[in-house]
């Protein structure tokens, strides 16, 4: 069987064996000119869970008029787009509403985050429109702990991933310096 | 311009009331569990979640 990048058949495995669960959240933002300072916001999964983002799908951007709640024609520019950053990973870098952002769909990551830790946000509009627009998270889902079945105890499963990762690397590795030897 | 009204009418008001506002809106079934609040940030829960079938 074959999936979408990143979720190829080693990531399957881990998500299947630890009690993962696919998951997605769609929001819809309606976005007020920002006028220059962009609108911090963040999203934050369910307490009780932990999530692998996987990828984000940049949707539709309509021109929106609240007075009536109608729609207006599609938008692309570069004056409104998303800064988004999560600690410890990924730094803050800029996705404008252009078209080479909007190809590339899903947008892949391998992001780690929970209440402590929530996706980031920096919502630009410097259009005098209001504008509409989707997204959607595509996440793995987590229990806070997870069962480690090599360490014999509960562990995050931010901490059985990199392990696990780290495992994948080193056996490659040394599959590569054993086939250099003979 | 599209003459598709895009939410039931007591949600656009209170998108209307936001945005006037200045506030970044966000709709999702848990949009109040999922997005904080914040003085800039608007959370709505839409659409509702249905009742679970008979």
Not at chain 1, 1 to 25: C, I, Q
Not at chain 1, 108 to 125: A, F, S, T
Not at chain 2, 10 to 38: M, S, Y
Request: glycine content about 6%; hydrophobic content about 40%; charged content about 25%.
């Amino acid at each position: 069987m074959s999936f979408p990048w990143p979720v190829n058949d080693k990531v399957v495995a881990f998500v299947d064996t630890v009690g993962g669960l696919f998951w997605h959240d769609t929001l819809v933002y309606v976005i007020p000119p920002t006028a220059g300072i962009p609108i911090y916001a963040t999203y934050i999964p369910d307490p009780a869970t932990k999530v692998l983002v996987i990828g984000l799908t940049f949707g539709d951007i309509l021109e929106y008029y609240p007075a009536t709640g109608e729609f207006g024609p599609e938008i692309r520019s570069h004056k409104i787009g998303i800064w988004h950053a999560c600690k410890g990973r990924m730094m803050w870098h800029w996705d404008p509403a252009l078209k080479s952002i909007f190809m590339t769909n899903p947008y892949p990551q391998l992001l780690w985050c929970d209440v402590g830790k929530p996706y980031e946000l920096l919502i630009v509009n410097d259009t005098d429109k209001t504008v509409w627009m989707d997204v959607t998270f595509w996440v793995v889902r987590f229990p806070k702990r997870v069962w480690c079945p090599v360490l014999n105890r509960y562990c995050d499963p931010e901490e059985l991933w990199n392990a696990y990762m780290k495992g994948i690397v080193v056996d490659y590795v040394k599959k590569a310096t054993e086939g250099e030897r003979t | 311009m599209s003459t598709d009204k895009a939410y039931p009418e007591d949600v656009r008001k209170r998108i209307e009331e936001a945005l006037k506002q200045g506030k970044l809106v966000v709709l999702h079934p848990n949009a109040t569990k999922i997005i904080k609040k914040t003085d800039k940030v608007e959370p709505i829960d839409y659409p509702k979640t249905p009742s679970k079938p008979a």
